[in-house]
């Protein structure tokens, strides 16, 4: 799905980000539940992560620098969760900031 933001609906993007959770990282996307940790529940590793972001790119037909996935976790962690309390909720949070947020400096950051 390459489509501008403007023509994605949440719904739409909502299943996205659930299908490219589940090819990622090989699992049924009905085991997917907002709350999923990627990584304490169903293995994702930190390569899973750059992946995740270049088929989001894709997705969303924009790019999305890594340097703002990073971003994204520092502000949601914040002394909090560890890394590994990752879940399909944040992804899906991400995901929509960068549909509203337009394009990344540059996918290799």
């Known amino acids: 799905m390459s489509a501008s933001s403007s023509s994605v609906s949440t719904a739409d993007l909502a299943e996205s980000v659930r299908q490219i ?6 699992v049924e996307p009905d085991r997917l539940r907002p709350d999923s940790a990627l990584i304490a529940e169903l293995g994702a590793e930190p390569i899973d992560f750059l992946d995740l972001v270049f088929r989001l790119e894709e997705a969303l037909g924009k ?11 520092d ?6 969760s560890p890394s590994w309390a990752i879940t399909v909720d944040w992804v899906q949070e991400f995901t929509e900031e960068q549909a ?6 540059d996918a290799s950051d």
């Open 21 to 26: 959770i589940a090819t990622v990282l090989l």
């Open 63 to 73: 790019t999305i620098s890594v340097s703002h996935w990073q971003q994204f976790l």
């Open 75 to 80: 502000k949601r962690f914040m002394g909090r």
């Open 100 to 105: 509203r947020n337009g394009t990344g400096a």
